[in-house]
């Protein structure tokens, strides 16, 4: 009786709540649609020339066949432990003194605080900084392993050129990364980055002004500057980018040295 | 008729054996589903990251520092990853510093950092146009030889140059025993581009040796050039007035053992790349490889332990001259060793080139005649897959017809013939017991 037609109190309630749903937003006919086109069209994952061809005397090359995906991993939980970072970090790095005298900033203070305050807060620091170092690395080697295995060639190129982009950008994500913590790492390298600006012919100062907000540290305005070129900036190209990269990884298919 | 008897011998059933090849084929073996076998391994890859980040995170907690003050006490050290361009922020001291345009409203400085800016611009153009200057077919890193030792070269050149950006360590790290940095700024600048120079030029003979060539026009002049700089720079050292400090003068007689010991082992690699025959050549590298190594490690442990005194006086004299004295015997030995190597097992690493074109089956008298061979006989591939249970192991006539039509110039008798010589050699290893 109680499995009839009139179902239990519970099983009205999940039709009545999904249903609510389901007629607001119909995502079935989607997923259906998706799945048909791969399944009719591609039946499985692109499959690689090694792959088709049972080739196999490239296994030594097989540890080096995930590093885009692990930089992209990384880049996840970069996102997410930035997003965590974000809610306590204060881009402020004038320069103010303590009541002992010495020099600090509100930047700085707002980390102090991440660290030793903020339940899990070194432990998500942590997490944050090493990601960027993984991350770095991956990329790093994942375009020696497109090089050495000449998989930057036609019809390629374009993501070559891609993934060029997307290198730099994820070292200007790490230089940026180090230099908002306000500390005297921070320091010797905005002095680093900011004479290399004024050194360009012409410009320089006024470039300068434009990226680092004034000509040298002093102000500590740079914090601000760098603080949004890192968390909105420059995610928001690079995730654009990183879209596109891997868009066409899989149109074209993985190449292998075959 | 004869169709159904093709039909009949075909190994179409068994594994690896289709009847239709190239990218007409359809029996692909099917890849491993996104769901659940790949999402299960990429699901437990990620946790793998994860927790790595997590220990990482436990045990080397990345700690703050002081806070920035417009006075910096300490030397700032950037990041890994960017120590190769503060390398070539430092290194930009050599270029001449001008001005362009004094006075005008296009006044460029040509300052050191302005030069340090083009020189990090190098790379990332090299880059740029990497594409576009590389425009060949060749995917294999071993069959590209250019490419690869450029390569090597390159990732060898980002170690030197982060090296170079933390001179001021070096200097302060090892002194001689008056207190004067021991490697001087000029030999750390050389540094910067000899062992990238040095590891390019071994890599690309070895990966050319690889292809089967014969690398004498290259090993000669290479072992020798660096015999004659060591044995010229040593013999300087020891008898020219003014080039042994008079500090060292005391340490004469060790300092000549190790000089010896030195262009003696790029001397003799070079000796025999000159006069011996392949093989015996290659025994006399290995053994001059060998000898010298254990002989100069043997050296520097019995003079620290004897004369702490003379030790740091001798290396006073060869740590400063890394860049020939130390690197280049050593470039002798091991390019020596690469060039005369013998390539082995690359038969099967040039057959896995083959892309099942069918034309070497297509050529092949043996499947004209030979019942076994009818049907399924890629002969390339199915050798290379070990699955052509020895029908053409032993019924080639090595004839080359195949090589003759390989698109890929794959060289099929070659291996054929090195495969029976193999077999040969086995059976007479085993007491000369066919199976």
């Known amino acids: 009786m109680a499995s009839g037609a009139s179902g239990s109190l519970g099983e009205e309630g999940r039709r009545t709540v999904f249903g609510w749903i389901k007629t607001r937003f119909p995502s079935v006919p989607w997923a259906d649609l998706t799945r048909k086109a791969i399944e009719t069209d591609q039946r499985q994952m692109p499959r690689s020339h090694a792959e088709k061809y049972e080739l196999k005397t490239i296994w030594y090359w097989y540890p080096l066949y995930c590093l885009g995906g692990i930089s992209f991993v990384a880049f996840i939980i970069l996102t997410i432990t930035g997003i965590i970072l974000g809610f306590f970090y204060v881009p402020d790095g004038r320069l103010m003194r303590e009541t002992t005298g010495s020099l600090t900033n509100p930047a700085y203070l707002s980390m102090q605080r991440i660290m030793f305050e903020v339940p899990f807060g070194f432990i998500i620091r942590g997490l944050h900084h090493w990601a960027a170092h993984i991350m770095i690395a991956a990329v790093f080697l994942h375009m020696c392993r497109v090089y050495f295995t000449g998989a930057y060639k036609k019809p390629r190129e374009l993501n070559w050129l891609i993934g060029v982009l997307l290198l730099l950008m994820t070292i200007l994500f790490g230089y940026s990364g180090y230099l908002l913590p306000a500390n005297n790492l921070s320091e010797g390298a905005a002095n680093i980055g900011i004479n290399m600006t004024r050194a360009s012919p012409l410009i320089g100062d006024q470039l300068a002004r434009l990226l680092w907000g004034d000509i040298n540290t002093l102000s500590g305005y740079y914090i601000l500057r760098w603080y949004w070129i890192h968390v909105f900036i420059l995610p928001f190209l690079a995730t654009g980018v990183m879209i596109v990269h891997m868009g066409l990884v899989w149109i074209q298919g993985v190449a292998e040295p075959h | ?435």
């Open chain 2, 1 to 435: 008729m004869e169709i159904e008897k093709v039909k009949e011998r075909i190994m179409e059933g068994r594994p690896g054996f289709t009847r239709q090849y190239g990218p007409a084929r359809t029996d692909h073996q099917p890849g491993i589903p996104l769901f659940p076998q790949e999402a299960t391994r990429d699901f437990v890859v990620v946790l793998f990251l994860t927790a790595i980040m997590f220990f990482l995170t436990a045990f080397v907690t990345p700690l703050l520092g002081p806070p920035r003050s417009p006075q910096l006490s300490e030397l700032i050290v950037p990041d890994w990853y960017l120590l190769f361009s503060w390398g070539l922020l430092k290194i930009a001291d050599i270029f001449p510093e001008f001005t362009l345009g004094a006075g005008t409203p296009l006044e460029t400085q040509f300052s050191a950092v302005f030069w340090g800016d083009i020189l990090s611009g190098i790379p990332i153009i090299a880059l740029l146009l990497l594409p576009f200057l590389d425009r060949g077919r060749e995917a294999r890193p071993a069959k590209a030889p250019i490419r690869s030792a450029v390569g090597l070269a390159a990732i060898v050149a980002i170690f030197t140059s982060s090296l170079y950006s933390i001179r001021e360590v070096i200097w302060q790290r090892w002194m001689t025993p008056n207190g004067s940095p021991l490697i001087d700024d000029t030999a750390m600048k050389w540094f910067f581009v000899i062992p990238p120079v040095l590891v390019g030029l071994s890599a690309y003979v070895g990966l050319r040796r690889l292809g089967f060539k014969s690398m004498r026009k290259w090993l000669v002049p290479l072992t020798l050039g660096s015999f004659l700089l060591v044995a010229g720079q040593s013999l300087a050292i020891l008898f020219l007035p003014g080039w042994l400090a008079p500090q060292v003068q005391p340490y004469w007689v060790p300092l000549a053992l190790f000089l010896l010991l030195l262009s003696g082992a790029a001397g003799a690699a070079a000796l025999a790349v000159l006069v011996l025959p392949e093989s015996r050549a290659r025994r006399a590298v290995h053994l001059t490889g060998i000898v010298a190594l254990l002989a100069f490690a043997g050296g520097l442990l019995y003079l620290g332990s004897t004369d702490a005194l003379a030790l740091d006086w001798v290396l006073s004299v060869l740590e400063p001259n890394t860049n020939t004295l130390l690197l280049l015997p050593g470039f002798a030995v091991v390019t020596a060793w690469f060039g005369l190597r013998r390539p082995y097992s690359t038969y099967e690493y040039l057959l896995n080139e083959c892309y099942q074109c069918g034309k070497c089956h297509t050529v092949c008298p043996v499947t004209k005649v030979e019942d076994d061979a009818l049907g399924g006989l890629n002969l390339v591939y199915n050798s290379f897959k070990k699955q052509h249970d020895g029908v053409p192991l032993w019924t080639c006539l090595a004839c080359d017809a195949c090589s003759a039509v390989c698109p890929l110039d794959i060289k099929y008798s070659d291996y054929i013939l090195e495969e029976r010589s193999k077999a040969h050699a086995r059976s007479a290893a085993d007491g000369g017991e066919v199976e």
